[in-house]
């Protein structure tokens, strides 16, 4: 499968505020590990948006084009660098709804537009329909950078020290996602992102 760069890997899973100097769109990027129950070896692969298309409706026609065998159980998980728009939240619901032999779970890097409502209600529409939405912590971007990077040829960073950070920036998030999954309950030192460098 092909995989991403290191270099890709640190700036688009980058879960800062805001980016600094030199500027850069932080693009959506979707990495996605599917399991069958018997525990054979997970198919990965990973997807961006293109054109018209958003990452998470590629995967969609991904995993569809894999003609999977409805008789067994498959476990999808995915690691996304910005958490999915309503309409792709609606798609997802659907197709989850659609297939009952699979599970999905979905892990953000980032959360994108979550100051406004329609946004915040996409993911409530995931959590409340049985795809669990959750901010990536230290174990699912060790897990991403394990298996969805190229490692032939060395960072210019220390792995170690990238994912430690990763981990710390992700704690204001996760705090965010919380307070969005439960309406009315102020939760202390949320997550503000103000999106200078988004692009979809």
């Known amino acids: ?16 505020r805001c980016v600094s100097k030199p500027y850069y769109p932080r693009k959506a990027l979707l990495c996605y590990q599917l399991t069958r129950q018997n525990g054979s070896t997970p198919t990965r692969g990973y997807l961006k948006n ?15 084009s894999m003609g999977l065998d409805e008789t067994q159980c498959y476990q999808v998980t995915c690691y996304l660098t910005w958490s999915p728009c309503p309409s792709c939240a609606g798609e997802l619901v659907d197709f989850i709804k659609a297939h009952h032999h699979l599970t999905l779970r979905i892990f953000a890097s980032r959360l994108y ?11 409530l529409l995931l959590c409340g329909s049985q795809v669990p939405v959750e901010v990536m912590g230290l174990r699912e971007f060790t ?21 430690e950070e990763l981990d710390k920036n992700s704690r204001a998030i996760k705090r965010r996602l919380e307070s969005i999954k439960i309406p009315g309950v102020h939760v202390q030192g949320c997550y503000i992102d103000i999106l200078c460098d988004a692009e979809v």
């Open 113 to 123: 537009y979550h100051w406004l409502g329609h946004y915040q209600e996409g993911l």
């Open 50 to 64: 293109k054109k018209k298309h958003h990452a998470e409706i590629r995967f969609i026609k991904k995993i569809e």
């Open 143 to 163: 897990d991403c950078w394990e298996n969805f990077v190229d490692h032939e040829e060395p960072p210019s960073f220390n792995p170690s020290e990238k994912l």
């Open 1 to 16: 499968m092909a995989l991403l760069t290191a270099e890709t890997f640190s700036l688009q899973f980058n879960n800062k």
